[in-house]
């Protein structure tokens, strides 16, 4: 499973970050920018949240994927504008 990120769409900007009166990690914004256009979703392992029953036999959740996915999930429950 993949997902194809839109052509022009930073995977994070200085917007993103809310730390009054703190200096904004350049490091995360340097590897933001250097995320692929294609993000893998899915991998093969023995553990993890298994995608079956979106008919992915034997395929996982990436443990990567899976914290972000925690984070957006929980924004969406709380009804934030940004997570």
Avoid: E, Y
Wanted: charged share 20%.
């Amino acid at each position: 499973m993949v997902w194809d990120r839109p052509p022009g769409t930073p995977v994070l900007a200085r917007d993103d970050f809310h730390a009054p009166q703190a200096r904004v990690p350049g490091h995360l914004l340097t590897i933001a920018h250097n995320v692929p256009k294609r993000l893998i979703l899915s991998r093969t392992r023995d553990h993890g949240i298994s995608l079956a029953p979106l008919g992915l036999n034997g395929l996982v959740l990436d443990p990567r994927t899976g914290v972000h996915i925690a984070v957006l999930a929980a924004a969406a429950r709380s009804n934030a504008d940004q997570p």
